[in-house]
Structures are given as structure tokens and as C-alpha cells.
């Protein structure tokens, strides 16, 4: 009875992967009347020295560096502001999360129109401040992947809100009655009581916004295709230019293989340092 | 489970608690301006003319409908791109992935769950780790691989066999059926069902199939739910793995569609309405079923 489901995940994740390895290693087109040939380390060599695959490794730790704790940090303030029995909780939820629900194309779609020269966000800083030289967000070097980086956080923080809250929902009553008895209120009830019963929640959290943030992709291709001056080309992005526009299979495996690797040990230094400790 | 506790008041601090209570409901409402409002510039955007749209910018006309409203913008997007197609192609892609996906997903971990056999912890390790590979590193040697399978097509009367899966209806939907979240969802919750009533269905004659059809599925509700919610979301919403494989409009989905409106001079009206009219369905779908929604993300969170 597994047996379709083993197959199919042999068949479309399995294979894939090793032929990640294989392709890797050679000349392989997607669309080539020549079969592929074996080109050793060559695809390696080459993507080292481009500095364009640097560039896109640097930009996509940078991206993970700033999103992770902030998305992390903000969805946990927005539990604990949703966590409570007053009226219009569910309402507060509900909205938070309405982002999650909206799909990143049209999510980035629409922040582009925000964040034009002539677009919503310029408008609303120079309604309030009449002197200010408006902005082309995402057209200068300096602001592209700060602005999409404010854009994800506010797409993706709704869906760690909620998970915050299922580990927040777990921990016994009884044990914020001793507190209280202790009188841990306010910030110290959060120190000793919240934040210790949170570790799992905390472990699950911060692999699912890590592994997301390095894999950083929809954003790219809608709003900047990378640019400007390659300042928002990340690993995955480089990859899918490679492999699809420019039919290069096996240049775009031996990305994907640095990037399977990389995901692979910042999940393991992840894990190793979220352990629990007995 | 789900008791959240407050702290009882206690007398002398009440004025101070008030005060702090004011101060979270007014941060509560700011930051679901913050979230609503850039949907709902989206949606009022939707039905105006562009040259509206510039001239509300500035002011809190930007968030309401008035002025030139119209469905002007919608029937423009009719008349641009096939939408019906699209849409229509996007139902059945999802719908047909979310229900293979229960089907697979939960005979595995039937099997894994309920049933002894050699090697099953084995399999279970392997489908669990594959949990970590993002499907961004399979993308591409999984295009190069589509690319070579055979497919059974119907060529008149004759079946037929071709290579080559790019450019189809399967190679949206095959490649994402199984699932090793799926599976695991389902392992977790058919391992909490008791086994004493395997026990006694198979008392009563009952085979394996029938325990779960007639036994262990009819008690996985929320798991269902959860399953089928999770993979819907990711299949309307896919738009690398459709940008990849997918070359003729009539096979398209509605996220790709987002590109004919992308061509010369945008007209953001457009734009904002075909991005409403692939949002709305999934919206009112969330806001149907809220409650599964935002127990299911709930449900995938808590895994040691």
C-alpha cells in the first residue's frame, strides 16, 4: 500500500537528486541533438570564478540573515497578541494571515506597484513629508533587497504567527498559576515560563523560515529579475536563469548541487545548536 | 488543550492593566492596517482607471472605491487572455493533485502506520528525510528528467506511447501527488487512532483495504482537511515548475497568466484585476473554511 507513494517520491524526488549529481558533471543541455558528455569539475570551475554566482551566495545570505530573526521575532510578538480570550481575537488572526493565503506572484505584483517611483509608497512618505525626493525602491542597488526583504516578512510572518500560537496553546495552564503565585508577571513570566516551553515550536520555526529564505526565487523573477546590478540575484534565481532561459541543464545541476549543500549544512549547524540539551 | 490564561486582576494594578490592555488593542489595529491595507489597495485598484488610480495615490481615496468605478479592467483581462481556460486549468490541476495526494498519502501511511512489514522503519527514515530538500534544488534535473519519461496518449482510437512529459497536464500534477509531509501528517494522526478497532474489524472478516476505507479514514477528518489544504494552497499558487514545463497557452494555468500583462505598457488596472481575480477564489475559500485553514498550518507546526 506504500508502494505508490514510495514510487512516485523515488521516481520525482529521489532521481532528481541524484541526477543532480550526475548532470552536474557534465555538458548537458535541455534541448541538445548531442548527448551529454562528462566534463569533471569544468561546471564547478566555472561557477566559482563567476562573479555572479558570488554575488547571488552573498544576496542570498543576506536575505536569510535579516529575515530569519526578523520574521521569527515579529510573528512570535503577533501570537502573543492574538493569544488572548478579548473579543475580535479570531479577527486579528484572520487578517494577519490573509497574506499567507495570497500567493507570492500576486503578492509581489502588487508590492511592485507599491514600491514604483510613482507608486503607493512614495506617495504616502511625501503626503506626510512634502520635501522628501521619492525613492525607486526596487531601481537602486542600495534599497532592492531591503525592500523585498520588508515585502516577504510581510507575506510569509501570518503563517509563523499561527505556529507560534499552536506551541503557545500547549503549554499548561498550571504552570503560569504557579508563576503567578511566584509572581512572574510581564516580562519575567515570558523569560521563565513562555520561552522555555517554546523550544520545539522555536527548532520547527526556525528551520521552515530558514530553508525558505535560501530558497528565494518568486520574488526575483516578478519584481527585480535580479537586478539592479545583480544586487538581488540569489543561488536559486541564478540557477532557474541558467537552467530554463539559457538551457544549460548541466551548469544549473551543479548550482543546484552547492545549494542543496548549502541548505543541507546550515539545517545541520541548525539543528546541532537548537538540540535539546537533557 | 487550547486554555489560555489570564492573569485574574488584582486590585492596584487594574488602571495600569487598563492602560496596557488600550495599548495592545491600538497595536492590534495598526498592524492589520498594515496587513489589510495593501489587499485592499489592490482590490479598489481593481476597479479603476488607471489614471485614477496615480490621482487617488496620495490620500485615503487610494483605499476606497469612488469616483470612476467600474468593471472595465475585468472585462479587459476577458478579452487579453483566455481566462476561462486558465482558470479552469488551475481547478483541475489542483483538484486532481489534492485528491490523488489523499489517496497516495494516506494508503502509505496506512501502511506505515497500521500494518507490520519488513523494512517499513526503513522506508519511513527515507520518505522522512526527504523532508529536507526544497523542491527549488530538484527544479531543474527534474525538467531534464519530465523530459524523458514515457506517457500512454490516445492517438484516435489508438493508445500510443510517446516520450516526453514537458508541455502537459501530468507534468503539473504527477510529480507533486506524493508527498512526504502528506505521508507524515497522516502517519502521525492514523497512529493515534486505537489499534483495538483494526482488531476488531478483522475479527468481523474485514481485510486491510476495508480498515481503511471503512475504519481508520472515516476517523481522520482533520488530517483530510489538513492534507488537503496544504496541497492545495502550493498547487494553485505554482508558477517556477508551470513557467518551466509549460510552453502552450491552452495548458497554462492562472499564475502564469500573469505575465501577458507584462508586455509594453502595463496597465496597472489590469493587472491589479487579473491579480484579483486569481485571489478572490482562494480568499473566499479561506474565509469559508477559516477555522481548517488556520488549524491545519496549527497542526504542521507541532512536530518534535
Known amino acids: ?278 | 488543550m487550547s486554555t489560555v490564561v489570564e492573569n485574574p486582576p488584582r486590585a492596584g494594578r487594574s488602571a495600569h492593566r487598563r492602560r496596557a490592555g488600550w495599548l495592545v488593542q491600538t497595536g492590534r489595529i495598526l498592524l492589520a492596517l498594515l496587513f489589510a491595507g495593501p489587499l485592499l489597495f489592490l482590490f479598489v485598484s481593481s476597479l479603476k482607471p488607471d489614471l485614477q488610480i496615480f490621482a487617488d495615490l496620495r490620500s485615503w481615496r487610494a483605499f476606497v472605491p469612488l469616483g470612476h468605478v467600474s468593471f472595465a479592467n475585468y472585462s479587459a483581462v476577458f478579452a487579453r487572455v483566455p481566462f476561462a481556460r486558465f482558470l479552469m486549468n488551475s481547478i483541475g490541476i489542483s483538484v486532481l493533485t489534492v485528491v490523488l495526494g489523499l489517496l497516495v498519502n494516506s494508503l502509505a501511511a496506512f501502511a506505515l502506520a497500521r500494518l507490520q512489514w519488513r523494512g517499513k522503519q526503513l522506508v519511513l527514515t527515507g520518505i522522512i528525510a526527504t523532508l529536507i530538500l526544497p523542491f527549488e534544488t530538484l527544479a531543474l534535473p527534474l525538467v531534464w528528467w519530465v523530459n524523458k519519461l514515457p506517457w500512454l496518449t490516445m492517438n484516435g482510437f489508438h493508445l500510443q506511447l510517446t516520450t516526453g512529459w514537458l508541455d502537459t497536464y501530468q507534468v503539473q500534477i504527477i510529480p507533486f501527488v506524493a508527498n512526504a509531509f502528506s505521508v507524515y501528517l497522516f502517519y502521525q494522526y492514523f497512529t493515534s487512532i486505537p489499534k483495538e478497532l483494526d482488531e476488531a474489524a478483522r475479527m468481523d472478516g474485514a481485510g486491510w483495504f476495508r480498515i481503511y476505507r471503512n475504519v481508520v479514514m472515516p476517523l481522520s477528518g482533520p488530517a483530510i482537511a489538513t492534507v488537503a489544504i496544504l496541497t492545495f494552497l502550493p498547487a494553485w499558487n505554482s508558477y517556477l515548475w508551470p513557467l518551466m514545463v509549460v510552453q502552450s497557452e491552452e495548458l497554462r494555468p492562472v499564475m502564469i497568466g500573469i505575465q501577458y500583462f507584462f508586455q509594453l505598457n502595463v496597465s496597472w488596472g489590469q493587472v491589479m484585476a487579473y491579480a484579483s481575480m486569481i485571489t478572490l477564489p482562494v480568499l473566499a475559500l479561506f474565509l469559508a473554511f477559516q477555522k481548517a485553514f488556520i488549524g491545519s498550518i496549527a497542526s504542521s507546526g507541532v512536530k518534535g
Not at chain 1, 16 to 35: D, E, G, K, Q
Not at chain 1, 238 to 266: E, H
Open chain 1, 1 to 278: 500500500m506504500a508502494g505508490p507513494a514510495v514510487a512516485l517520491l523515488i521516481l520525482f524526488i529521489v532521481v532528481p537528486v541524484m541526477l543532480a549529481f550526475v548532470l552536474a558533471f557534465t555538458n548537458a543541455r535541455l534541448i541538445s541533438p548531442r548527448p551529454a558528455t562528462f566534463v569533471g569539475l569544468h561546471n564547478f570551475a566555472n561557477l566559482f570564478s563567476d562573479p555572479v554566482f558570488w554575488a547571488s551566495l552573498r544576496n542570498t545570505f543576506y536575505f536569510a540573515v535579516v529575515v530569519v530573526p526578523i520574521q521569527a521575532g515579529l510573528a512570535l510578538v503577533l501570537a502573543l497578541l492574538v493569544n488572548a480570550k478579548v473579543r475580535g481575537t479570531n479577527f486579528f488572526r484572520t487578517v494577519y494571515f490573509v497574506p499567507v493565503v495570497t500567493s507570492m506572484v500576486v503578492v509581489s505584483l502588487l508590492w511592485r506597484f507599491l514600491y514604483q517611483k510613482d507608486g503607493l509608497l512614495n506617495a504616502l512618505i511625501s503626503a506626510v513629508h512634502p520635501s522628501y525626493a521619492p525613492i525607486d525602491w526596487l531601481n537602486d542597488p542600495r534599497t532592492a533587497m531591503p525592500a523585498i526583504i520588508v515585502m516577504s516578512i510581510w507575506q510569509a510572518v501570518g503563517f509563523h504567527m499561527i505556529i507560534w500560537l499552536s506551541g503557545l496553546q500547549t503549554i499548561p495552564a498550571e504552570l503560569y498559576e504557579a508563576g503567578d503565585l511566584d509572581g512572574a508577571v510581564g516580562w519575567k513570566r515570558f523569560r521563565y515560563i513562555t520561552w522555555p516551553s517554546l523550544l520545539a515550536t522555536r527548532t520547527f520555526i526556525l528551520i521552515t523560515i530558514t530553508i525558505a529564505a535560501l530558497s528565494l526565487f518568486t520574488q526575483i523573477s516578478v519584481m527585480t529579475q535580479g537586478g539592479p546590478l545583480d544586487s538581488t540575484t540569489t543561488v536559486v534565481y541564478m540557477a532557474v536563469r541558467t537552467g530554463y532561459q539559457q538551457l544549460a541543464t548541466g551548469y544549473a545541476s551543479a548550482i543546484s548541487l552547492v545549494f542543496f549543500v548549502l541548505v543541507l549544512i546550515v539545517s545541520g549547524v541548525q539543528r546541532f545548536l537548537t538540540r535539546e540539551k537533557d
